[in-house]
Nanobody, 124 residues
């Protein structure tokens, strides 16, 4: 069992940056694949980025490639999402997800654990 707590969301102007954090409980964080998903009002939850347990493998949605960077610090049981060049269409609730695995996935249904979400709003 792992608990996930996101932070770092907020209101930012288009072109700005934010860094989201996801703190995980437990002592086996490095064995978990981690992901970020987002959900805008009236839309389905969509994949943003994922990272393997060692941090060596990452995957990104095409819509955020080159703008967002996922990373993790296993010593701090925390993963991050650095978001640069933000656009109004990035506005959504962002969720942290985890699953104990050596694989990574873009499928929200694959992940076992979810945080409560943090809101990101990008104004034009």
């Amino acid at each position: 069992q792992v608990q996930l707590v996101e932070s770092g969301g907020g209101l930012v102007q288009a072109g700005g940056s934010l860094r989201l954090s996801c703190a995980a409980s437990g002592s086996t964080f490095s064995t978990y694949a981690m992901g970020w998903f987002r959900q805008a009002p009236g839309k389905e939850r969509e994949f943003v980025a994922a990272i393997g347990g060692s941090g060596g493998r990452t995957d990104y949605a095409d819509s955020v490639k080159g703008r967002f960077t996922i990373s993790r610090d296993n010593a701090k049981n925390t993963q991050y999402l650095q978001m640069n060049s933000l656009k109004p269409e990035d506005t959504a609730a962002y969720y942290c997800a985890a699953r104990p695995s050596v694989l990574v996935s873009t499928d929200a249904g694959w992940y076992n654990y979810w945080g409560q979400g943090t809101q990101v709003t990008v104004s034009s």
